[in-house]
């Protein structure tokens, strides 16, 4: 896992809409890149809406809102048009990013242990620097807590 100060790992992937997104292309404000397993499940819609809600406070202090997974991007598109979300949907297919970032972890469910992506919000000041990291994220209440923080930078 990464820790508070050092510089956030770069890199380029797909982006939902098309094109690619690098994460060093939005340096000058605060970002805000939180990793999550699976689009359209129950915790995962509900964190990309509270994200959504706070979009016009996030943008108000010029903070960018990133979400990571492996899913592809043409699923990033049908779950943004589902649920009207207003963020940017990234593609880590192959894991690489979530790895670098300490989020591509060992999981189990029902005795069974699996690789997945570890709930995880990053927060990265306009410098590049890592600000705050929440691993294990729970959905309830994260978005106020990122959005303080993000304030507080």
Known sequence: MLEPGATAPDFTLPRDGGGDLTLSDLRGGPVVLYFYPKDDTPGCTKEAQGFTEAADDFAAISAKVVGVSKDPVAKHDKFIAKYSLNLTLVSDETSDVCERYGTW???????????????????????????RVWPKVKVPGHVEEVLEAAKAL
Do not use: F, H
């Open 105 to 131: 972890v060992e999981k189990s469910m029902y005795g069974k242990t699996y690789m997945g992506i570890e709930r995880t919000t990053v927060l990265i000041a306009a410098d590049g620097t890592i600000a």
